[in-house]
């Protein structure tokens, strides 16, 4: 559900800067890894260009709820649905759109999510688009893989790289999605210190460092519930997935996530909790 209150406030503060001095640019990439508050920035940017409240862009108004239930004409959004990638002909409907004038307001939004999807084919459907729009608009590429979007789209795209901090929150509604139940959810309360905690854990890992060992009892110590332990090792897994993306660290991520994968399969035959964080906490020592 698109929530235009859970966004990067940083990267909103400077698009409204932009966009009150009309120096918005025409198009974005907002890579993140954390998916859902980058599709709510964007929807957030699209709100704010519509919005007919005085505390733009409020979320309440006519306009607004129309862009946010995905009923707003001028504004498209293209979704990879249940396919691996984003084809061109997701991408030329985007171009016969922008041959009609807008219903409803003076400028489109497109906003493309998994942008790293795009094929070849619809890569080049989009530059042509980017390059000479025949009609204003606002395209927003999500990514979260800045490697894997073609250098001639970066470079004709103003990029935002949102803080993955900002993930660090534990935007619960993407837990949904990995396999927690809403009950589990709400009994895990507020994740804030335990993100930052299992943060340390995890670089103490990375680094060799015998404090590891420290945290790994202290870890153990603080999840007593089912739902503690999971969302434990969800987190670290997450954070080896994020190394994953970064050339400088992919390789500490590949072996994290080798790690993590162990301890699965450890679980599976009721190897302690304190346990399964002892073993990741030597694994830098190999
Ligand atoms: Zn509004």
Redesign the pocket.
């Known amino acids: 559900m698109i929530d235009i209150k859970k966004i990067d406030q940083a990267q909103a503060e400077i698009l409204k800067r932009a966009y009150s001095n009309k120096q918005l640019a025409h198009s974005f990439l907002f890579v993140a890894n954390d998916q859902t508050i980058a599709i709510n920035t964007a929807f957030w940017l699209a709100?704010l260009y519509?919005?007919?409240?005085e505390n733009?862009?409020?979320?309440?108004?006519q306009?607004?709820q129309q862009i946010l239930s995905g009923n707003h004409p001028d504004v498209l959004t293209v979704q990879l649905d249940d396919r691996q990638s984003l084809s061109i002909d997701q991408i030329r409907p985007l171009k016969e759109e922008l041959a009609k004038s807008p219903v409803e307001s003076q400028i489109r939004f497109f906003i493309i999510e998994q942008a790293q999807t795009l094929t070849l084919s619809a890569a080049n459907a989009l530059l042509n688009l980017l390059e000479e729009p025949i009609a204003p608009v606002v395209t927003i590429l999500i990514t979260n893989n800045l490697d894997q979007i073609l250098p001639t789209i970066r470079s004709r795209t103003q990029i935002f790289k949102f803080a993955s901090e900002a993930s660090l929150s534990g935007s619960k509604d993407s837990l949904l999605d990995s396999g927690f139940s809403a009950d589990e959810i709400d009994n895990l309360g507020d994740l804030t210190k335990l993100n930052q905690s299992i943060k340390y854990f995890y670089e103490e890992i990375c680094e060799q460092n015998d404090l590891a060992i420290v945290s790994a009892y202290k870890l153990a110590s603080q999840s007593q519930s089912p739902e503690l332990r999971k969302y434990i090792l969800f987190r670290l897994k997450y954070l080896a997935e994020q190394d994953l993306h970064h050339d400088d660290k992919r390789i500490t991520g590949m072996h994290m996530l080798k790690y993590l994968m162990d301890v699965d399969k450890m679980n599976l035959s009721n190897v302690s909790f304190k346990n399964l964080l002892m073993y990741l906490a030597l694994q830098g020592k190999r």
């Open positions: 709100c519509n919005c007919q409240g733009k862009p409020d979320g309440t108004c306009n607004c």
